[in-house]
C-alpha cells in the first residue's frame, strides 16, 4: 500500500500533482457482495439473460439508490436527438458524485488521465516544463518552477511568472489540468502560452520537447554548509537524496540546510524514508480516521547526525509538512520561512472499474510527533524569514542573496558555532 500526499497543483510540466495518496486494496465484488443473501424478488437483479441473481438486501437497496441515474441514462439513449457517449456520460457522473463532496482533494480520473498521473510520477515526459502551483482561493496559476533546459526556460519563463493563457483558453485553477493537457504533447510541436509578469503580458511560442524532472539538487555552501533543495516526493526522490547527502558528507560538511519552499507534497513513503536518515527510533508521524483509530509511523535507529535546518514557505504542503514537523519535533531542526501550507490531510488512490479509470479520496488526518495539528495550520517556524514586499523570489540555485536562503545560512552558522567542542 503506498500513501501519496500533495497539494492539488499542477505540474505544468505537464503533471497533475495530486493531493497525497494511499493506494488501497481493490475492492471487487467479493467484499461488495457479503452479507446473508435473501431469496425473494425484493432482493434480486436480473442478469443480461434474464436470470435471477441473489444478493443480500443491503445491497440491493443500495442500487435502488442509484435509480434516477439508470433512468436519465434510458432517456438520454432513446430521446436525445444525437448518439450518445455512455462511457463519457458515465465518467462525467462519477467526476460530479465525487465533487459534490466538496473536497479539492477527493475527485476522480478517467482511464487516460489515471494513466497518465502514474507515468508523470517516472519523472519524463513531453511538454514545455515548468511546475505551475494552483491557487483555489484566487484562482491564479503560478509557476514555482522553470526544470534546466526546457523549452520554457529557453522561452525565458522565470520562477513566479503567472500562467494566463494556453493558446487561446485563460487558464485558472479550476481549468489547469485542461492547460495541462494542452502543453503536453508531441515533441517538436509548438504551443503558445501567455505569462503575466509585474502586470504585463508575455506572449511565447514553446516548442515541446521530452523534458526531464530532477527532483534533488545539492551543493556545498560558504562555510562548509550543505544543501539540499527537495522540489517534491514523488519518482526517485529519495534515492537521489541518500546520495545526495552522501556526496555531501564526502565534502565535508558540518551542517545540513533542507530546502523544502514550494515543495507541494507527494509519495508519504518517501518523506518516511528520507526523515529515516535523521531520526532515531521513534515516531515520525500518526493518522487519524474518521472513526477515531489511529496509526502510528516509526522510525528506525542509525540517523546521520548533523546540525539541521529546514526552509518552508507558504506552498511546502502535506508530505513536506510531514517531514518538517518530525525534524522540528525530533530532530532538533530549526525550521526558517513562513508559515506553511496547512494540508495535513492523506488521500488514497485506487482503481475503480474495468475500463483504467481511478479516484482519489481523502481518508485521514495527520498529526506531528508531538501531537501537532498541520491542516489548515501548518508548521509554524523557529525563525520567521519572509521575502521583502515586491521581492517574487527568483533566485538562481545556491544564491545567497536569496533573502530566505540567507537567513537559513546564517541561522546554521551558528547552530555550528554553538555545537562546536572547544579544544582543550
Known amino acids: 500500500m503506498k500513501k501519496r500526499i500533495i ?7 505537464c503533471l497533475v500533482m495530486l493531493s497525497g495518496c494511499t493506494a488501497l486494496p481493490y475492492l471487487g465484488l467479493q467484499s461488495m457482495f457479503r452479507g446473508d443473501s435473501v431469496r425473494n424478488t425484493q432482493s434480486s437483479l436480473p442478469e443480461a439473460g434474464g436470470e435471477l441473481v441473489t444478493i443480500s438486501r443491503e445491497e440491493y437497496e443500495r442500487y435502488q439508490k442509484y435509480n434516477t441515474l439508470m433512468e436519465i441514462m434510458a432517456i438520454v439513449e432513446e430521446n436525445y436527438y444525437e448518439d450518445t457517449d455512455e462511457h463519457s456520460m458515465l465518467d462525467g457522473a462519477a467526476m460530479g458524485m465525487l465533487s459534490a463532496i466538496g473536497d479539492p482533494y477527493t475527485f476522480y480520473y478517467t ?7 502514474w507515468e508523470d510520477d517516472e519523472g519524463e515526459y513531453a511538454g514545455v516544463g515548468i511546475l505551475i502551483s494552483a491557487d483555489y482561493t484566487t484562482g491564479i496559476c503560478t509557476a514555482i518552477r522553470v526544470f534546466t533546459g526546457s523549452p520554457a526556460e529557453k522561452a525565458g519563463v522565470l520562477r513566479g511568472d503567472i500562467l494566463y493563457m494556453v493558446e487561446d483558453m485563460y487558464v485558472t485553477a479550476d481549468n489547469l489540468n485542461d492547460a495541462v493537457e494542452i502543453m503536453r ?5 509548438d504551443v503558445n502560452v501567455t505569462f503575466l509578469r509585474n502586470g504585463e503580458e508575455r506572449k511565447t511560442v514553446m516548442t515541446r520537447a521530452v523534458v526531464n524532472v530532477n527532483r534533488v539538487e545539492s551543493t556545498v555552501l560558504e562555510g562548509d554548509i550543505g544543501y539540499i533543495y527537495l522540489y517534491e516526493f514523488a519518482g526517485d526522490c529519495s534515492e537521489k ?3 545526495a547527502l552522501e556526496a555531501l558528507n564526502a565534502k565535508g560538511i558540518k551542517g545540513l540546510i533542507i530546502d523544502l519552499r514550494d515543495n507541494p507534497g507527494g509519495w508519504v513513503s518517501d518523506a518516511e524514508s528520507i526523515g529515516d536518515l535523521f531520526l532515531d527510533q521513534g515516531l515520525m508521524y500518526y493518522t487519524e480516521y474518521k472513526d477515531g483509530t489511529k496509526d502510528y509511523t516509526y522510525t528506525s535507529d542509525g540517523r546521520v547526525d548533523l546540525p539541521l535546518v529546514v526552509i518552508v514557505n507558504e506552498n511546502s504542503a502535506s508530505s513536506s509538512e510531514i517531514l518538517t514537523g518530525a525534524l522540528q519535533d525530533r530532530a532538533d531542526a530549526t525550521v526558517v520561512g513562513v508559515q506553511s501550507y496547512g494540508k495535513g490531510i492523506i488521500q488514497a488512490v485506487t482503481p475503480v472499474g474495468s475500463e483504467g479509470a481511478g479516484m482519489q479520496v481523502t481518508i485521514a488526518q495527520y498529526y506531528t510527533p508531538n501531537g501537532n495539528k498541520v491542516h489548515k495550520i501548518g508548521i509554524t517556524p523557529d525563525v520567521i524569514a519572509e521575502l521583502p514586499e515586491g521581492d517574487p523570489g527568483i533566485y538562481e540555485f545556491g544564491d545567497l542573496n536569496d533573502p530566505q536562503l540567507k537567513k537559513a545560512w546564517e541561522v546554521m552558522t551558528e547552530k555550528m558555532d554553538s555545537t562546536e567542542i572547544p579544544a582543550a
Open 7 to 13: 497539494l492539488v497543483v499542477s505540474l505544468a510540466i
Open 111 to 117: 482511464a487516460e488521465e489515471y494513466a497518465s498521473m
Open 185 to 189: 504533447g508531441t515533441p517538436g510541436t
Open 241 to 243: 537524496f541518500a546520495e
